[in-house]
């Protein structure tokens, strides 16, 4: 099977019936990139920055944001990358911001929340990718929107600094794209009206999840409720591509669902233009992908839409897709 996976490394990610999807990889690092070429990875979907932050005891400089960055970017040459900014805060702690203890650290303060109030940390972090995006084919992600006013502000810091740049006579990127992660329901239901202001979306079903089925991703006693084939998952999700694409804007998603063999079928039936996962799982779904037809899954997108409970959507699935 390896072998089979290796000869699709340098292919297109095409469906039976010519439909073309991106397959992208997750990352942390400049040190994975190396793992998402050789994975055949189309892109950078997701690189999740929170570890130039973590393992230390003080936040990490401009200089040295930016050398990670352009590191990346130079690598990917001209494939796409989506950088998301600081998403710290629930699972993920900074001992040396020495915030106080709360009830609900998922529910709390972090990720966007943090990054506006503490804009000295996010205005650093976006002068380096500014700066970085000269680079390569940058795109920016911000992490955990809740609200259209969110978004806002935080693209008016990005355009502000990138305007400081320039006046400074720095060099930065010009024509890069601003998305949002969707991972808060508040957005996923009204993904309409942000679909106006964003360049794209990428769906982050590990936050989605936990937080539409009110149910702690870490807590292995309510795992029984954190459903990524809940119709009330799969509902949202599709509201979601569907918005983007009455905009003219692309989704994709970067939680684990994306590389998810069942899942696969599904999202390619409500119209996904970007899967990004482990670049290990780039291959497999790949040759999956070139096995289905999206006419087909396309077909099937109401009655998934319309079931009642994640057994009958993966019983069906599993029959329609050969994956029984
Ligand atoms: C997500 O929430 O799906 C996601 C990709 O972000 P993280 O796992 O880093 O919270
Ligand atoms: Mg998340």
């Not at 769906?203 to 006693?221: H, K, P, S, V, W």
């Amino acid at each position: 099977k390896k072998k089979e996976w290796a000869k699709l490394k340098d292919e297109a990610t095409v469906t039976e019936d010519g439909h073309h999807v991106e397959l992208a990889a997750n990352i942390g690092t400049p040190e994975d990139v190396d793992g998402v070429l050789d994975n055949g990875g189309e892109g950078i979907g997701l690189y999740r920055t929170e570890f130039l932050y973590m393992g230390k005891n003080q936040l990490p400089t401009e200089e040295e944001q930016f050398d990670a960055y352009s590191s990346v970017l130079k690598q990917m040459g001209d494939k796409p990358v989506v950088v998301r900014t600081l998403d710290i805060g629930g699972d993920k702690e900074l001992d040396y911001l020495d915030l106080p203890d709360e009830m609900n650290p998922f529910l709390g303060y972090r990720a966007i929340r943090l990054c506006l109030e503490r804009d000295d940390i996010f205005r650093t972090q976006l002068r380096a990718l500014l700066r970085a995006g000269v680079y390569g084919n940058l795109k920016i992600m911000f992490p955990m929107i809740a609200t259209l006013d969110e978004f806002r502000q935080a693209k008016a810091i990005l355009m502000e600094e990138k305007d400081n740049l320039k006046s400074e006579g720095v060099d930065v990127a010009e024509n890069f794209e601003v998305g949002m992660m969707v991972e808060i329901p508040a957005t996923a239901v009204i993904a309409r009206q942000f679909a106006k202001e964003v360049d794209f979306f990428s769906i982050g079903t590990n936050d989605l999840i936990q937080y539409t089925m009110a149910a702690d991703r870490m807590n292995e006693r309510v795992s029984y409720l954190y459903q990524p084939y809940n119709p009330a998952i799969l509902n949202l999700v599709s509201n979601v591509i569907d918005a983007a694409h009455a905009e003219g804007k692309w989704a994709g998603m970067c939680g684990e669902m994306a590389g998810d063999e069942i899942a696969i079928p599904i999202l390619l039936s409500l119209g996904l233009d970007e899967f990004s996962m482990s670049a290990t799982s780039i291959l497999p779904a790949r040759t999956q992908l070139l096995g289905l037809s999206q006419e087909e899954m396309k077909g099937y997108k109401d009655e998934l839409l319309s079931m009642g409970t994640a057994d009958e959507v993966v019983a069906f699935v599993k029959e329609k897709a050969g994956l029984a």
